[in-house]
């Protein structure tokens, strides 16, 4: 009888454990499972309102010469009414809808029909088949890393087309920039709306899914962690990548060539921006697998936030700095152009070389030495969903010893470079700056919570090691 009881409790403590982890994981992993007021709110606002955000900023360009303050005071002065403004934007051509139709199949068949070749003679590249992290419901999914290829391909048949076959201007994207984003517009409510439905008859892992009972927020922030259709074709990481990634740096180029065909030159200005954001872009491709362990990846669903935002915001407004400069063409002074070079190199040097710290120490497990000496760190405790208990090592040297979110660091530092090359003339170009110190923050203050409740007092212990968040001494 006494063992039987002991059997008993032991059972109970048990089925607490993964009560505890369950709700523990459902913290943890993805978006919430439930909406309280605010986050409805705000999401409200950006589905009504991210689309006009992005509108204004083209029409602004294309009607007002970049000023963001014009339109307003015509609206309000009487001058124009907005009857007027919408009469005067290019609508969807049929010219238009082959291009973008083109360019989406093209990077489809790219990503999904070509397997990757770069890593069998690029050395340090990692591309092929890769594991994803583990999912909420236990799942590793395999990718196809091809990035890199994908973007090679496209753009040596780019430059081969702008100086040999001549079958299209270069600057055929700035010549379609308003039409072509309503296709855009199409696409990303159709893959958003298409995932939802999805998510809802025929998920790829319905263990996977989450639903709020709020139409709004499931659209927004998805159903399906991650979407697929077939083996390969894998929602979240073609979206985040191509066609959105791979066409930034097409755009800048069209950027660049409308500046030498209304102007007989190409300035430092617009020189810096394509020169910046090409690595930026580069880098991204370059460490394709190792994005598969971002936040994106691992915790965002997919939804309007990501499938919209991948086909509209990111093109449309990642690229404002070239475009500003096609209306605005600036011509640095020497001292400034090198001080924005020189910003945005140890901005991106910052980004990359803090990420390499967290990778190596990940990968051997804090065996290595990171600036000539063993790495320090604080071991960390958590509980799984099936009440196993799991240790992690959080970093408290190098870079992640100056800042928890150090990496931001670097990232804000190349976004704030972009900018000032621009000038100070208007501040459309400062949109990007200003956009990805909210969004950075943002994003450290929703993994810290994630953090907090994974690891309990353990990351209370990591923050005081490491007080600060982006900024050593403020923030």
Not at 144 to 153: F, M, P, R, T
Not at 266 to 288: A, K, P, R
Not at 371 to 391: F, N
């Amino acid at each position: 009888m006494a063992g039987h009881q002991e059997k008993k409790l032991a059972g109970e403590r048990k089925h607490q454990n993964m009560q505890n982890g369950t709700k523990a994981s459902q913290g943890q992993w993805g978006r919430a499972w439930e909406v309280d007021w605010f986050s409805l709110a705000s999401i409200l606002f950006l589905l009504m309102f991210a689309p006009l955000i992005v509108y204004y900023f083209i029409m602004s360009c294309a009607q007002y010469q970049c000023s963001l303050t014009d339109p307003l005071l015509d609206l309000l002065a009487g001058n124009k009414h907005l009857s007027d403004i919408w009469n005067r934007t290019p609508t969807l051509t049929y010219r238009a809808a082959g291009i973008y139709s083109l360019w989406v199949t093209f990077q489809v068949v790219l990503y999904m029909s070509i397997p990757d070749f770069c890593h069998k003679f690029l050395p340090g590249y990692v591309g092929g088949v890769q594991e994803g992290a583990v999912t909420p419901a236990g799942v590793v999914n395999k990718y196809e890393i091809n990035g890199l290829q994908a973007w090679i391909i496209t753009h040596v048949l780019w430059f081969a087309n702008a100086f040999c076959l001549h079958f299209f201007s270069p600057t055929i994207i700035f010549d379609n920039w308003i039409p072509l984003l309503w296709c855009a517009n199409i696409l990303g409510y159709a893959v958003s709306t298409f995932a939802m439905i999805k998510g809802y008859f025929f998920p790829t892992n319905a263990k996977d899914c989450k639903f709020t009972g709020n139409f709004f927020y499931d659209y927004m922030m998805g159903i399906e962690f991650n979407p697929r259709i077939g083996k390969w074709f894998d929602f979240k990481l073609f979206f985040n990548g191509r066609p959105g990634i791979v066409a930034w740096t097409l755009i800048n180029l069209s950027f660049a060539a409308k500046q030498q065909e209304l102007y007989g030159e190409v300035t430092n200005s617009m020189i810096l921006v394509n020169v910046l954001q090409g690595i930026y872009v580069l880098d991204f491709f370059w460490n394709e697998a190792w994005y598969l362990k971002t936040i994106d990846i691992c915790h965002d669903h997919f939804g309007w936030y990501l499938g919209w935002g991948d086909c509209v915001w990111l093109p449309y407004l990642y690229t404002l700095q070239g475009l500003y400069l096609v209306y605005h063409p600036v011509q640095l002074s020497t001292a400034h152009a090198v001080g924005v070079l020189m910003l945005g190199l140890l901005g991106y040097y910052i980004f990359r070389v803090t990420n390499h710290q967290k990778d190596l120490f990940r990968r051997t497990n804090g065996n290595c030495r990171i600036w000539g000496k063993r790495p320090e760190y604080i071991e960390c405790s958590y509980t799984s969903v099936d009440g196993t208990k799991y240790y992690s090592k959080l970093m408290t040297s190098g870079f992640w010893g100056w800042a928890r979110h150090f990496n931001y660091t670097g990232d804000l530092m190349g976004s704030l470079a972009y900018c000032l090359a621009c000038g100070f003339e208007h501040i459309l170009p400062y949109f990007y700056i200003i956009y990805m110190s909210i969004l950075l923050t943002h994003r450290c203050l929703r993994d810290e919570h994630r953090c907090s409740s994974k690891y309990g007092k353990d990351w209370k212990r990591y923050t005081a090691a490491v007080p600060y968040r982006l900024l050593p001494g403020i923030f």
